[in-house]
């Protein structure tokens, strides 16, 4: 669990990744303090050191786009107030079979950051169940691909239909956000 600082754009928060391969991918995109959790392995003083860092810097969790990834993101959370969530595709952060934020290209890192949105927002019920069926992005024939290219749009990730409505309503997205980044997929997947 080393922190490390890197080149390129300045971020002022501290990333959170899970390894020392995720800390040299992320160090060489942006210009930031960097911190492992080590996997699974980090202890409660480890979360002590990230709520200070969070009350003075601000903590961004950048994790693995796979399922260990989301759990460690999730517990995190739990313990940070505040931070962000960065979210890299899982197809952006993939070679030869493996997953991670260490295989993802330097500009895909950087516009995971720069997308990166708080946890706690003023949690709102603008989204409904509805919203995703009309839309298409649960239900549908293709609705698993509609939510990845959402997601990516959105900066939020890949989530399955009830995570999806659950990251749209906590993570302060608006009616208009959502409705423009869906303009956009249909205008991509239109060519």
Same mark, same amino acid.
């Given at each position: 669990?080393?922190? /490390? ?8 928060? @501290?990333?959170? @990744? ?37 009350? !003075? ?13 989301? #759990? ?6 739990? =313990?940070?107030?505040?931070?962000? =969530?960065?979210?890299?595709? #899982?197809?952006?952060?993939? %070679? ?11 500009? +895909?890192? &950087? ?8 946890? =706690?927002? +003023? ?7 509805? +919203? ?13 691909? !509609?939510?990845? /290219? ?5 900066? &939020?990730?890949?989530?399955? /239909? !009830? #995570? ?10 608006? %009616? #208009? ?15």
């Amino acid at each position: 669990m080393g922190l /490390s600082k890197g080149v390129g754009k300045l971020i002022r928060e @501290v990333i959170v @990744v899970e390894g020392k391969d995720d800390i040299t991918a992320v160090k060489a995109a942006v210009d930031a303090e960097v911190i492992a959790t080590g996997g699974f392995a980090y202890s409660r003083e480890f979360i002590r050191t990230l709520q200070k860092i969070g009350e !003075k810097r601000g903590i961004i969790i950048l994790t693995d786009p796979d399922y260990a990834g989301e #759990q460690i993101r999730r517990d995190l959370a739990k =313990h940070l107030k505040n931070c962000k =969530h960065a979210f890299l595709p #899982q197809g952006k952060a993939l %070679r030869k079979g493996d997953i991670g934020v260490e295989n993802a290209a330097k500009d +895909d890192i &950087i516009r995971a950051i720069e997308k990166a949105r708080p946890s =706690h927002v +003023d949690r709102s019920k603008e989204f409904t169940k509805k +919203d995703l069926i009309d839309r298409g992005l649960s239900g549908g024939p293709n609705s698993r691909e !509609k939510r990845e /290219s959402l997601g990516e749009t959105l900066g &939020i990730g890949y989530s399955n /239909s !009830k #995570q999806l409505l659950n990251r749209l309503n906590n993570f302060g997205i608006g %009616r #208009q956000e959502f409705e423009l980044a869906l303009e956009r997929i249909e205008k991509e997947d239109g060519r």
